[in-house]
T-cell receptor, first 117, second 110 residues
């Protein structure tokens, strides 16, 4: 148990569906992340939020829409996905140490296994 | 952002010490070196972080030479449960762009 929860754990959706992934952290961190991990591929950073402001968007297609209403919650809204979007979606949080230096340890949730039919 | 290079895979046996080396020739002055472990269908888990020389915690040691262009993660007396993918990251801020790379797939045999 890392203090980061994700729901749902598994999701199957059609290409015309709209769904949302939810992430919640109970660690008091001020930065949250969405990663995508396709089969046998490295993790790809999708979005970074620091103090509820989006600071990084690695050219992710617009069919993925993040939302960070407060420092404890992060959503990933999904719309008209493609089969190649099937992957494990991981959420992480950390204490942003941009001022203090170093790289804050990231705590990952268990992930949502997404299958797009 | 410094790019890292690691062996794709490694094999070892229970009870052995395993050393995984990561190359990061373009590491910047303020960059830290961090290692994560990932089991199948789970999120990565932080192992250790260092800046220079040697860092040790309850699960691993991290050796960083003076030029900091490489680092070695040392796992003492591995067990079957250490079978996982190990990632080396280099950066200076958790909010900066982060690249995990391909990692090293470590397989431990009885």
């Amino acid at each position: 148990e890392t203090g980061v929860t994700q729901t749902p754990r598994h999701l199957v959706m059609g290409m015309t569906n709209k769904k949302s992934l939810k992430c919640e952290q109970h660690l008091g961190h001020n930065a949250m992340y969405w990663y995508k991990q396709s089969a046998k591929k490295p993790l790809e950073l999708m979005f970074v939020y620091s103090l509820e402001e989006r600071v990084e968007n690695n050219s992710v297609p617009s069919r993925f829409s993040p939302e960070c209403p407060n420092s404890s919650h992060l959503f990933l809204h999904l719309h008209t996905l493609q089969p190649e979007d099937s992957a494990l979606y991981l959420c992480a949080s950390s204490q942003d140490r941009a001022v203090a230096g170093g790289m804050g340890e990231q705590f990952f949730g268990p992930g949502t296994r997404l299958t797009v039919l | 952002l410094a790019k890292t290079t690691q062996p794709i895979s490694m094999d070892s046996y229970e009870g052995q010490e395993v050393n995984i080396t990561c190359s990061h020739n373009n590491i910047a002055t303020n960059d830290y070196i961090t290692w994560y472990q990932q089991f199948p269908s789970q999120g990565p888990r932080f192992i250790i972080q260092g800046y220079k020389t040697k860092v040790t915690n309850e699960v691993a040691s991290l050796f960083i030479p003076a030029d900091r262009k490489s680092s070695t993660l040392s796992l003492p007396r591995v067990s079957l449960s250490d079978t996982a993918v190990y990632y080396c990251l280099v950066g200076r801020s958790s909010a900066s762009k982060i690249i995990f790379g391909s990692g090293t797939r470590l397989s431990i045999r009885p």
